[in-house]
């Protein structure tokens, strides 16, 4: 059974860092794009960064120069390094492996909560 865990959220002051990880089971990872989405109280899930399976990434204007996404394929996981954080930052973050090799919209996870305190 495919399980695709984000960790790694919590609630840190404006200005801080965070480091999220999606750690997926099975050899989901290899072959597929790797994508963290984040989703505010009353707002439609958006997106934030995206790493394709030959490691080229591509991030958000909003969090352009602030986050950085990367991936191990080895260990099946990827990242999002979050620096500079802002109060609107704050949103649950959803990990999405997406590709040739995932069925549909692909596998998610169930969220990890992020909350920057101002």
Known sequence: QVQVVESGGGLVQAGGSLRLSCAASGSIVSGNNMIWYRQAPGKQREFVALITSGGSGSHANSVKGRFTISRDNAKNMAYLQMDNL????????????????????GYWGQGTQVTVSS
């Open 86 to 105: 802002k109060p609107e930052d704050t949103a649950v973050y959803y990990c999405n492996i997406r590709g040739p090799t995932a069925p549909g919209d």
